[in-house]
């Protein structure tokens, strides 16, 4: 265990220099990230949330536990060969790390260190265990070895030294990533955003209807949801970053920095996320008032022609530093809405965990295909020629967001009194918007809800109805039509491979 504890110590320090998320508990967990299947990624999100990355981190330790344990016994009997198996878990490390899809040579040091440093400690540590040797008795003169006890204090000693040092290590470590990263906060607490060439209109009057247990019309930054794969969140330097257009039908590859996307025309626009992965009635989705540079005009300026104008891409891959890569139709880039590079969010620079310094988004499609965080690269080329991440993972290609609703108060098995009772939630259909929400009571005739007053077609909608309710236990169940007439559809689906249906239902009961 203690030799473990330096093979991490010393590798913190090490991914310090090289990069944090070359840290073998990183890299390890990516790697596992990568090779999940969707049905066991989908469960995670659903039973842990936003903590799963932290699950799977301490799911590693506790194995990296285990093993360091069953090596230790193995070592006691064969000290060498306990040594060697800790280097083979090290270069388990280093492998991982390098087959990151932003993988550097580099970013093997970490792991291979570390396991240098726990095999040295485990090696010694050992030989402090092995039995002392006794001078012989008077008059004899074999050496003996006394099997009942061992080098007691040379153990404890170089233990403390080792523990501590490891710590030590850690700490240095911690200190110097911090110190690294301090660089992108301070270039983020340095950025004023500029007022927007086109403003977003006023919210409004009757957008947000104010009703208690109702989500609030505009998600604050610190609820907004988090879905991705980064177990390190990145911290980019806005003054080193670099965004590079290229690929397919670009005559003219551009590159820009994030001084040159502040001096453009800047769009604001209230827009409301989904991410594929929420179960009907679920919590991933939130909607903000994002400010940035229109991707269109950018893809236009390179010489990118949509398909339909006889374009030769028809795909968009977007690259993020930390290695996914989604794939976006050019088309619906390019069809007039407003998909944008942001700067902003809710009248702030982005947030690290949600992309800063500049992230991609597209209304109306579900996240895994159009909002690339902490984006670096985007390259043109097709559905045929490239699989982005998500799609090599049985994802649709293409998924623009479904029609649905969520119904936030009542929560389910509540017992509100009975009487009049307001059932209040979200509908949602971005880029078509909503029409209609209807709402009935075990399975009875559909009810119209009030709408709230609609802000745009790009954002969600709050509705209510005012039900009297009765006492007993009750089912109520929500639907929605958007604005092309269509209705949500009430057959249960999963979320794979483009997204969850279905009606959602919340029991409670009326004493």
């Known amino acids: 265990m203690i030799a473990g504890f330096c093979a991490l110590g010393v ?3 090490v991914a310090a220099v090289v990069r944090p998320e070359a840290g073998p508990v990183t890299a390890v967990g990516g790697a596992v990230i990568d090779r999940t299947p969707p049905a066991v990624k989908d469960f995670a999100v659903r039973n842990f949330g936003t903590a799963d990355k932290l699950v799977l981190q301490l799911g590693i330790l506790a194995l990296l536990a285990a093993f ?5 016994v193995l070592a006691l009997r064969r000290r060498r060969l306990g ?3 800790v280097l083979v878990f090290g270069a388990v490390g280093a492998v ?8 550097r040579p580099g970013d093997a040091l970490p792991s291979v260190v570390g396991a240098l440093v726990a095999a040295g400690v485990l090696y010694l540590l050992v030989g402090r265990l092995a039995p002392r040797t006794l001078p012989p008795p008077a008059g004899e003169t074999e050496v003996r070895a006394d099997q009942g006890t061992f080098d007691r204090r040379g153990f404890v000693i170089a233990a403390t030294t080792a523990a501590a040092a490891s710590a030590g290590a850690g700490y240095l470590g911690r200190r110097v990533t911090a110190s690294v990263q301090a660089g992108a906060s301070a270039s983020r607490g340095a950025i004023t955003l500029p007022v927007p060439d086109s403003a977003a209109p006023a919210v409004p009057r009757g957008a947000d209807l104010g009703i208690r247990g109702l989500s609030s019309f505009v998600t604050p930054n610190k ?3 988090r879905v991705d794969t980064a177990l390190v969140v990145p911290r980019v330097n806005a003054r080193r970053w670099r965004l590079r257009i290229h690929g397919k039908g670009v005559t003219r590859p551009l590159t820009v920095d994030f001084q040159d996307l502040l001096q453009r025309e800047l769009i604001e626009r209230d827009i409301t996320l989904a991410c594929v992965s929420n179960e009907v009635g679920g919590p991933y989705i939130g909607n903000a008032r994002w400010i940035g540079a229109r991707l269109a005009d950018l893809l236009r300026e390179a010489g990118v022609k949509p398909p339909s104008k006889g374009g030769a891409a028809d795909q968009l891959v977007a690259r993020s530093v930390d290695g996914m890569t989604i794939g976006t139709p050019v088309e619906d880039v390019m069809d007039g809405r407003d998909a944008m590079l942001a700067l902003g969010m809710n009248g702030e620079p982005l947030p690290f965990s949600h992309g800063f310094p500049v992230r991609m988004l597209v209304p ?3 996240g895994y295909v159009s909002a690339c965080k902490w984006i670096k690269d985007i390259e043109l080329t097709t559905f045929d020629d490239y699989d982005a991440y998500w799609v090599k993972r049985s994802w649709s290609r293409q998924a623009p967001v479904k029609t649905q609703s969520r119904i936030d108060t009542p929560r389910p098995f509540a017992s509100p009194e009975a009487g009049t009772v307001p059932v209040a939630g979200v509908a949602w259909a971005q880029h078509r918007g909503i029409a209609r929400v209807e709402v009935r009571v075990d399975g009875g005739a559909w009810q119209t809800a009030r709408l709230a007053a609609e802000d745009s077609r790009d954002t969600w909608r709050q509705w209510v109805w005012e039900w009297p309710a009765t006492t007993g236990s009750h089912t109520l169940e929500v639907r929605a039509t958007d604005r092309t007439g269509a209705t949500q559809t009430g057959r ?4 794979v491979p483009d997204g969850a249906t279905g009606w959602h239902s919340v029991v409670v ?3």
């Open 83 to 85: 040594a060697a198996a």
């Open 11 to 13: 590798a913190e320090l």
């Open 223 to 225: 609820s907004f949801y």
């Open 68 to 72: 360091a344990m069953a090596v230790g």
């Open 492 to 495: 249960r689906a999963g979320t």
């Open 364 to 366: 109306g499609l579900y």
């Open 96 to 103: 991982a790390a390098v087959g990151r899809p932003e993988g």
């Open 509 to 511: 009961d009326v004493p």
